[in-house]
């Protein structure tokens, strides 16, 4: 349990370290978006090998395949609801979007823990990290620039940093005695919502700000991934 509350306030710390960095800080557009790519290309490759991959193993190719489906389904349908219905550039709109991308994220980091030693979730710890940190900086710094004070924009991304952690928590906790079927199809539903969220968040984000290098660094940020994984393997 102190592994799991060590990397959930690691990961989720970055919430907070990215919004102070996009309110106080100024990086050029360009670096800005190389960062989400690669970020977004780290990620990609955790959620496959060390949710998708495993689940298949431990159940099969087609209640992976389910799972992710369903998860990249109901990620869809609820961007959907933010961005007509509740608008995603709104203060509410906008914690609802970071929610909805955050919560599959670290209840995956969560059931990821279960059982895990601490090199064995490092890839998937680190990408998450990484990809919190650009993500919450391009939030701040739209909303700071939409005229909210920035007490009031470090207070909203608290919250959320605070609602995640107790996602990755929750997953955790409330799953450690689920069998390893169940788990498997969680992480697959869990691994599509983080898929779906970067085809339609993430890496057009990149391409816009940064487009001559996004394909690089995404496959730099793959690179890395594939890196932390290994230590598994030592």
């Known amino acids: 349990m102190l592994m799991t509350l060590i990397v959930v306030l690691i990961v989720s710390g970055a919430l907070l370290i990215g919004a102070a960095w996009g309110i106080y800080g100024k990086l050029p557009s360009g670096l800005d978006g190389f960062l989400v790519a690669l970020a977004g290309g780290a990620l990609l490759l955790s959620v496959t090998s060390e949710l998708i991959q495993p689940s298949i193993e431990a159940s099969s190719l087609w209640v992976a395949a389910i799972g992710v489906a369903a998860g990249a389904a109901l990620f869809t349908a609820a961007d959907y609801l933010i961005d007509e219905k509740w608008g995603a550039d709104s203060g509410g709109g906008l914690l609802a979007a970071i929610t909805l991308d955050g ?86 539903v869990a691994a599509g919502a983080v898929i779906a969220s970067l085809a339609t968040e993430v890496f057009p984000k990149a391409f816009k700000e940064d487009q001559h290098w996004a394909g690089i660094a995404t496959a730099l940020g793959a690179i890395l991934a594939f890196a932390l994984g290994s230590l598994d393997g030592g």
């Open 103 to 188: 919560v599959p994220e670290n209840l995956a980091l969560g059931v990821a823990l279960i059982g895990a030693g601490p090199s064995e979730v490092a890839a998937l710890a680190g990408s998450i990290l990484l990809s919190n940190l650009p993500e919450a900086a391009g939030g701040a710094r739209d909303m700071a620039r939409d005229g909210q004070s920035k007490g009031r924009v470090l207070a909203l991304w608290a919250a959320t940093a605070a609602l995640l952690s107790a996602a990755a928590i929750a997953g955790n906790l409330l799953l450690e005695g689920a069998s390893e079927s169940h788990l498997a199809a969680i992480r697959c």
